[in-house]
């Protein structure tokens, strides 16, 4: 089983907001995908599956706010 993390966001951005999510859970993702769509103050950016697999657990809703290196999801 895999864990999707949210990846370094350039200097000085820290977290991001998640806005929605283009899988649910117990769907395939190939490596690649965009997963979930989030949002800085600054930009809107979809973060991509890192592996290829079964959505299995989302780890945060949208509305919720997440740290650099936090979890998402999970994939197995």
Do not use: C, R
């Not at 951005?13 to 999510?21: D, G, L, Q, R």
């Amino acid at each position: 089983m895999a864990k999707v993390v949210l990846p370094a966001l350039g200097e000085g951005i820290e977290k991001a907001t998640v806005s929605y999510w283009h899988f649910e859970i117990g769907q395939e993702v190939k490596e690649g995908d965009e997963l979930i769509e989030m949002a800085t103050d600054k930009a809107v950016f979809n973060v991509p599956s890192t592996v290829m697999g079964v959505l299995k657990e989302k780890l945060v809703q949208d509305g919720d706010e997440v740290k650099v290196g936090e979890a998402l999801a999970t994939i197995e």
